[in-house]
């Protein structure tokens, strides 16, 4: 009798045992997702905010945004994030093709990029940024090495 208790206190012991790991894990793994995740969200958020700045900027003579930079910081990361600009393609009278790349604030690797066309000009009447059409968006450190083209 004593074997069979001593027996049954063991297999529940490390049935207890392996549910608390699995537990520890579990919150482990999802706590290392959501960081992933507000990452993402952040370099997304850099990047809208980039868009956003260039197309409602008054239109350089020239048309370029080359050179043009965006600082985000994050309000749930606290992490800063740099957005540069180029042209994806020469400028026009009528619309830009540019292209954004996300680092961390002070360089290093490519978080993210994205290529738009904006449309600065309806018929004959111009309108800085009157429509913007978003051509690639990528997030995360494994972006392509060249983005999708936009129509001309």
Known sequence: MLIFVL???????????????????????????????????????????????????????????????TNYTDSQTNESYTVQCSDGAAPTEQRRIIDLIVTKAGGGITLGQARAKITDKVFSTAIAGYSVEVC?????????????????
Not at 136 to 152: E, H, K, M
Request: charged share 15%; glycine share 10%; with cysteine.
């Open 7 to 69: 027996a049954t206190i063991l297999f529940v012991s490390i049935i207890g045992l392996s549910l608390m790991s699995y537990t520890v894990t579990s919150g482990k793994i999802a706590a290392r997702l959501t960081g992933t995740s507000k990452t993402l969200h952040a370099i997304d958020a850099a990047l809208e905010l980039g868009l956003n700045n260039i197309r409602t900027k008054p239109r350089p003579n020239d048309g370029s945004c080359t050179g043009e930079t």
């Open 136 to 152: 690639d968006w990528q997030l995360g450190i494994d972006v392509a090495p060249t983005l999708g083209t936009c129509t001309a």
